[in-house]
């Protein structure tokens, strides 16, 4: 009944830009609130990239600070990630989420398939 699916991810070269889109779609009686990506490296863990509430709050890993930019369409449910000065550590499985809500309780996040961002020469 909830589905987020993202777009954007690819092949870039160093010092080059993506944007991350990310949709998110459920059932009437659901409430999007925070939304977000998270990214994972080969080998590492999974980790927060940026998240944006849904009153346009907005909180960055220390790594992507002055780089990337979230924002969001709340009409559309829909998230974005621009991405600039990207660098090779930036190589990632990004994965969108979605927290929802119903009017009287939380319902489970949501969560995207992920898309690939490699940043390579």
């Known amino acids: 009944q909830v589905r987020v699916v993202e777009s954007g991810g690819g092949l870039v070269q160093p010092g080059g830009s993506l944007r991350l889109s990310c949709a998110a779609s459920?059932?009437?009686?659901?409430?999007?609130?925070?939304m977000g990506w998270y990214r994972q490296a080969a080998g590492k863990q999974r980790e927060l990239v940026a998240e944006?509430?849904?009153?346009?709050?907005?909180n960055y890993a220390d790594s992507v600070k002055g780089r990337f930019t979230i924002s969001r369409d709340n009409a559309k449910n829909t998230v974005y990630l621009q991405m600039n000065s990207l660098k090779p550590e930036d190589t990632a499985v990004y994965y969108c989420?979605?927290?929802?809500?119903?009017?009287?309780?939380?319902?489970?996040?949501?969560w995207g398939q992920g898309t690939q961002v490699t940043v390579s020469s």
């Open positions: 989420y979605a927290d929802r809500r119903s009017a009287v309780s939380s319902l489970p996040t949501a």
């Open positions: 459920a059932a009437s009686g659901s409430i999007f609130g925070a």
């Open positions: 944006i509430g849904s009153g346009g709050s907005t």
